[in-house]
């Protein structure tokens, strides 16, 4: 268990997402004091401090990242101006969760923390279905023993956006970038239409998937969703389903106290 403060950082594709946690968690799902969130592309690391830590309190940082610029950036920073902090750059090595893929070293590192936080949270003995609604977005199957055992990709709103936009003459990009408004499904324009097929889609894409994964298991899984817009939706992708906004943080957390 670290002796130092925790700080949890989760490192995207578009964004940094950091929480402070107590090093002693309660049992249950932990759940930061303090939480910041920064653009990946060209982050301010000045507002960590004095806004998420203190600035002459010694950390311990335990990050999991699928940015490895921003990543990089990151423990530049943290090397100049916290020379006294302890980092933790974090592999699938270092968390407590069998994965159960061929190679479990290229799966993103935030659908496993992402793991490790749902088996503090499910029901014993009961799967679960984790749909975490970033830049992609990920359904992952985890079985009634706690093991990772895989799931989809597909790309998110935004990046579907740009797609259509980028390998087409005449498309525009529209303007959406997540879940959190519903279109109507029948658009009476072109940026009408792809706003419908593009959010409708991806609803349909989920739904499906959870649907087809939960096929594989004895008893029908609990379903997490976390994610910027995963609120927002979690009634359409049918079924009860738990939202659990700062479930890739308290992953990282579980896992850093468990060290």
Not at 88 to 111: H, K
Request: aromatic share 4%; hydrophobic share 50%.
């Amino acid at each position: 268990m670290p002796k130092l403060p925790l700080i949890a950082v989760d490192i995207g594709n578009a964004r940094i997402k950091l929480g402070l946690f107590a090093v002693d968690c309660a049992a249950g799902l932990p759940e930061p004091l303090r939480t910041l969130s920064l653009g990946a592309d060209a982050p301010d690391f000045e507002r960590i401090e004095p806004r998420l830590v203190d600035a002459d309190r010694e950390l311990s940082w335990w990050i999991a990242s699928v940015n490895r610029s921003a990543a990089t950036r990151l423990i530049d920073w943290l090397r100049t101006g916290r020379p006294g902090d302890r980092v933790v750059l974090l592999a699938c090595d270092d968390l407590p969760l069998a994965v159960r893929v061929e190679r479990p070293d290229m799966v993103g590192i935030d659908r496993l923390v992402d793991a490790v936080a749902v088996n503090r949270a499910r029901e014993t003995d009961r799967s679960a279905i984790i749909v975490d609604v970033g830049s992609a977005i990920t359904v992952d199957l985890i079985s009634a023993a706690g093991e990772f055992l895989g799931g989809a990709i597909l790309p998110g709103i935004e990046m579907s956006a740009r797609a259509m936009h980028q390998f087409t003459d005449l498309l525009p990009l529209v303007p959406t970038s997540d879940l959190s408004t519903q279109p109507a499904a029948l658009g009476d324009s072109t940026v009408a239409a792809m706003q419908s097929g593009l959010f409708w889609g991806t609803v349909g894409a989920v739904r499906e998937l959870i649907e087809q994964l939960g096929k594989t298991t004895v008893a029908a899984p609990q379903v997490f969703l976390t994610g910027g817009a995963a609120r927002a939706v979690a009634e359409l992708f049918g079924g009860p389903t738990h939202y659990a906004p700062n479930l890739t943080l308290a992953g990282i957390a579980l896992a850093a106290i468990r060290k």
